[in-house]
Nanobody
């Protein structure tokens, strides 16, 4: 079993920046694909960034150039660095790990973190 804990959310004015953290209870990011999702009230959960085990990243157009995934392997932590935030970025952000495209024995599972709230005011 793996626990994922997000932190770093908060309130920020438009144009500001935040850095979210997703810390895993054990060293697992090397073996799992990982993604950040967000969900605003009344809306579906949407992908905002993903990174595969080979380091390939994907960002939707809505956040491309503003959001970046980074990592600190020594801390079992992946980050979502967000800049030029706008009110449309307001949502609860969650991290998610899942099996890679080429399966491996170390990551047969899927886990979500509990999420962290980001609120951007105009």
């Amino acid at each position: 079993q793996v626990q994922l804990v997000e932190s770093g959310g908060g309130s920020v004015q438009a144009g500001g920046s935040l850095k979210l953290s997703c810390t895993a209870s054990r060293y697992i990011f090397r073996n799992c694909d990982m993604a950040w999702y967000r969900q605003a009230p009344g809306e579906e959960r949407k992908l905002v960034a993903s990174i595969s085990v080979d380091g390939t990243t994907i960002y939707p157009e809505s956040v491309k150039g503003r959001f970046t995934i980074s990592q600190d392997n020594a801390k079992n932590t992946r980050y979502l660095e967000m800049s030029s935030l706008n009110p449309e970025d307001t949502a609860r952000y969650s991290c998610y790990i899942y099996p890679p495209e080429t399966p491996n024995d170390q990551c047969p599972f899927r886990y979500w973190g509990q999420g962290t709230q980001v609120t951007v005011s105009s």
